[in-house]
T-cell receptor, first 113, second 112 residues
């Protein structure tokens, strides 16, 4: 596709349920990032994948959060046992390399009730 | 000290004026610097990037980088109401995390 694609665009879930968020990066981009943005706040780094290197998971807020990237392309962010404080917009971005500009998807708005 | 600092604003300028947005960063070894614009409810979109000291111009936008002062700015000439948005500064740090580190953004309001 022409841009970064994220699905679903909106997700409402009950506290305690697990959710999976999907990101399909721009074709050929080796780097993939997940950020989180709470209402009125800046972007909070979650996790970064670069090629075949071990991912940088230093931003994951708890062990309820995990992410994988299959075949160097599509990525899934999984949140287990969701809490109300997980409510935010989850943004995925990809880039051609570490120093290259990021291109963002439209985000997934997660609401935990 | 935050890794990337921006004044949250709002910065209010009249239509046609120059808007000046500023950003400081903590890691002296940082190499890549980016400005993103984010409209309310939308994702960030890239405005400009700069790697070398000095000025870089693109249309009405000019990015300025001063690595000695650890300072990067964005100038918007002939500001338009459609420029009203939050502007995010992002820095690729030389140490620690390899992903971009974002400032919290400056909200710009251009008054018609």
């Amino acid at each position: 596709g022409a841009g970064v694609s994220q699905s679903p665009s909106n997700k409402v879930t009950e506290k305690g349920k697990d959710v999976e968020l999907r990101c399909d990066p721009i074709s050929g981009h080796t780097a993939l990032y997940w950020y989180r943005q709470s209402l009125g706040q800046g972007l909070e780094f979650l996790i970064y994948f670069q090629g075949n290197s071990a991912p940088d998971k230093s931003g994951l807020p708890s062990d309820r959060f995990s992410a994988e990237r299959t075949g160097g392309s599509v990525s899934t962010l999984t949140i287990q046992r969701t809490q109300q404080e997980d409510s935010a917009v989850y943004l995925c971005a990809s880039s051609a390399g570490t120093s290259s500009p990021l291109h963002f998807g439209n985000g997934t708005r997660l609401t935990v009730t | 000290q935050k890794e990337v600092e921006q004044n949250s604003g709002p910065l209010s300028v009249p239509e046609g004026a120059i808007a000046s947005l500023n950003c400081t960063y903590s890691d002296r070894g940082s190499q890549s610097f980016f400005w993103y614009r984010q409209y309310s409810g939308k994702s960030p979109e890239l405005i400009m990037f700069i790697y070398s000291n000095g000025d870089k111009e693109d249309g009405r936008f000019t990015a300025q980088l001063n690595k000695a002062s650890q300072y990067v700015s964005l100038l918007i000439r002939d500001s338009q109401p459609s420029d009203s948005a939050t502007y995010l500064c992002a820095v690729n740090m030389n140490t620690g995390r390899r992903a971009l580190t974002f400032g919290s953004g400056t909200r710009l309001q251009v008054q018609p």
